[in-house]
């Protein structure tokens, strides 16, 4: 599965962006997908995750209540809608499938997409 993450781009603080995540060739539909950020100088980071039928998320604590995780299996995309963004926000997000349910651990993860840079200006 060849994953692609997009939509993102510089924003001021407050404001909102939607990234997607979406495949050329096989389905997402089979898989959770994760998405994940890394700062220049940080490590990777859990965002949060939405399960296969999309009936199950879970955020990480730094965006709980600002961004929102879901799913079109018929378009075969994830989504992560991102509110009231902060310039602590700013960082690289990437996607990832899993078929595993530890979903915050980036090791559980097999596939990953190339990321989409988010810029947050103060």
């Known amino acids: 599965v060849q994953l692609q993450a997009f939509g993102g781009g510089l924003v001021q603080a407050g404001e909102s962006l939607k990234l997607s995540c979406s495949t050329s060739?096989?389905?997402?539909?089979?898989?959770?997908v994760g998405w994940f950020r890394q700062a220049p100088g940080k490590e990777r980071e859990f965002v949060g995750a939405?399960?296969?039928?999309?009936?199950?998320?879970y955020s990480s604590d730094s965006v709980k209540g600002r961004f929102t995780i879901s799913r079109s299996n018929a378009k075969n995309t994830v989504y992560l809608q991102m509110n009231v963004l902060k310039p602590e926000d700013t960082a690289v997000y990437y996607c990832?499938?899993?078929?595993?349910?530890?979903?915050?651990?980036?090791?559980?993860?097999?596939?990953w997409g190339q990321g989409t840079l988010v810029t947050v200006s103060s």
């Open positions: 060739g096989r389905t997402v539909s089979g898989y959770h």
């Open positions: 990832a499938t899993t078929v595993r349910t530890d979903w915050n651990r980036a090791m559980a993860y097999h596939n």
């Open positions: 939405v399960s296969r039928s999309g009936v199950s998320t």
